[in-house]
């Protein structure tokens, strides 16, 4: 029996319908407690697709790098970023419908048609779909999916680098406890989502050490 997996089945009948390029969109960093959430905008060249593209939550970090590295080659890609402070003062899904939008803007071209991960379209004039689990059914948001993760886990390494103690080349920002043991020992960052619960406490528990010191 033939795995079953993403396939182009939405882009070609979009396609038809629309008569240009489908775009599929999809983003990385919804629920961790820092960092920033990406979204990508992928247009795949059906002539020139990589091999073994499928949900990021279902690939290896090697895969990821080496089909996000493949994709900036073969397709046409747009990067959109939401920042901790866009995502603390608009909250963490029109956060997410930005950097969508942002990722769209960045191909550089208005798409025929766009394909959104998830169970909403952000408000925008794009003609557009929503597919629930879209980046394990639909081969441009799987695609997107790769890019956008890939495109954070870098984004948080650096981060990582300049505020060790948190975890973040491994953890990407998700409450793992070595991350929540250090915002309850070294308190929040400016990278951190103050607007999320576990950081808002750390930051009201860790306020009142620092004055009484």
Not at 51 to 57: L, Q, R
Not at 105 to 115: I, M, Q, S, Y
Not at 174 to 194: I, K, N, S, W
Request: hydrophobic residues 45%; charged residues 25%.
């Amino acid at each position: 029996m033939l795995k079953s997996g993403p396939h182009l089945k939405f882009e070609r009948k979009y396609q038809r319908l629309h008569k240009g390029l489908v775009a599929g969109v999809d983003e990385a960093g919804r629920g961790p407690l820092a960092g920033p959430v990406v979204a990508a905008a992928v247009v795949l060249d059906p002539k020139g697709i990589p091999e073994g593209i499928d949900d990021s939550k279902a690939l290896t970090a090697a895969k990821r790098e080496r089909l996000c590295e493949e994709l900036l080659k073969c397709a046409k890609v747009g990067l959109g970023i939401a920042s901790v402070e866009e995502i603390d003062s608009l909250n963490i899904l029109w956060a997410t419908m930005l950097a969508m939008t942002r990722a769209v803007e960045a191909l550089g071209f208005v798409p025929a048609f766009v394909l959104v991960d998830g169970n909403r379209c952000p408000d925008w004039a794009h003609q557009s779909h929503a597919v629930i689990g879209g980046d394990a059914l639909c081969l441009s948001i799987a695609a997107a999916s790769i890019v956008a993760k890939h495109r954070r886990d870098c984004m948080m390494a650096e981060l990582d680098a300049l505020h060790p103690g948190y975890g973040w080349a491994s953890n990407k920002g998700y409450a793992a406890r070595v991350h929540q043991e250090a915002l309850r020992t070294l308190g929040p960052t400016p990278h951190h989502r103050r607007s999320f619960a576990p950081v808002a406490q750390a930051h009201f528990d860790f306020g009142p050490r620092i004055a009484a010191e």
